[in-house]
């Protein structure tokens, strides 16, 4: 690991100035980043540590909706009854993302900038244009099980490792930031994240020096919210594929209620997943193949077909296509139950 110098600020406003230094950065549980920086994939000069900053309370706000500071614990906001209740696809996320030693350390802002986790990103030998633009993309041709299937492009394949954020996704979540003028401003989540394109080594839409300090949740939708993981093992793994689901039904006269869907209607329904690109993935074209249409596997298999058809294989993960479906099928069908029972 490189030399580094370090300090410890209180308050946003200060971090936000030390950060404008030369070389800095911000650093929190260090889950992710002190790996990066013991192989100097990540070669800070100075390391702002913003851990204690008092961003670590979840609000009520009075629109109905939940703010969550941005330094609070994962394993927090799993826990938080109004999380649980109101976001419980939120909750699945976390608890999906990390064994409970890795929750009580990561925070918020944190979880939605950690680093991919593709391999060759990590090998310093191999060519990586995210790790060093330019070098070229080994995992193109090479060992790409767990790599993307959309919106990927000839300079990077890479997914984006976070369950959390898939889920903020779905729950249409925006983000806070302080940039290094003191001005604040919020960005969608949707539109936090970039795809590669010639540059995958930039990830956000984040400003030098920028920094999180909340994520805002809108009132929570109507209807059953679901989060669905599929990988290799069942801890200390990232998704292969996973689904963040909210959808609403309408019911059908004459259903029979309690057992299945049957005569409902899907009312309203958003989608979103990880482990398949660079970024979080709603995808509006299931969603739209969703409403009002009869909640049954034969509209959940067209909308799975609707999500994938721009898809693409690397060879090694052309799996995850048909997992994909497959997973939000299954997800659906769970998620209309629920709305239905709800
Ligand atoms: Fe690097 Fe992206 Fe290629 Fe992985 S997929 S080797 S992160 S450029």
Known sequence: ?????????????????????????????????LDLMKLEIERPAHLVDI?????????????????IGAQTANSDVAADARVRTAYPVLSEALVAGAPGQLRNMASVGGNLLQRTR???????????????????????????????????????????P?????????????????????????????????????TPHIETVLRPGEMITGVVLPPPPPGGQLYRKIRDRASYEFALVSVAVVVSTDAGTGADRGTATDGDTVADARVAFGGVAHKPWRSLAAEDSLRERPATMATYRAAAEAAMRDAVGQGGNDFKIELARRTLCRTLDEAARASRAG
Do not use: Q, W
């Open 1 to 33: 690991m490189r030399p580094f110098t370090y300090e410890r600020v209180t308050d946003a406003r200060a971090a936000v100035a030390a950060a404008s230094r030369p070389g800095a950065k911000f650093i929190s549980g260090g889950t992710n980043l």
């Open 51 to 67: 851990s204690r900053l008092p961003l670590g309370t979840i609000e009520e706000l009075p629109d109905g909706g939940v703010r």
């Open 118 to 160: 593709c391999p060759y990103f990590y090998y310093t030998d191999s060519g990586c244009n995210k790790r060093d633009p330019g070098s070229g993309c080994d995992a193109i041709g090479g060992f790409n099980r767990t790599h993307a299937i959309l919106g990927a492009s000839d300079a990077c394949i890479a997914t984006h």
């Open 162 to 198: 976070s369950d959390m954020a898939v889920a903020m996704t779905a729950l249409e979540a925006r983000i806070e930031l302080l940039d290094a003028d003191g001005s604040v401003r919020t960005v969608a989540i949707g539109d936090f994240y970039r795809l590669p394109g010639d």
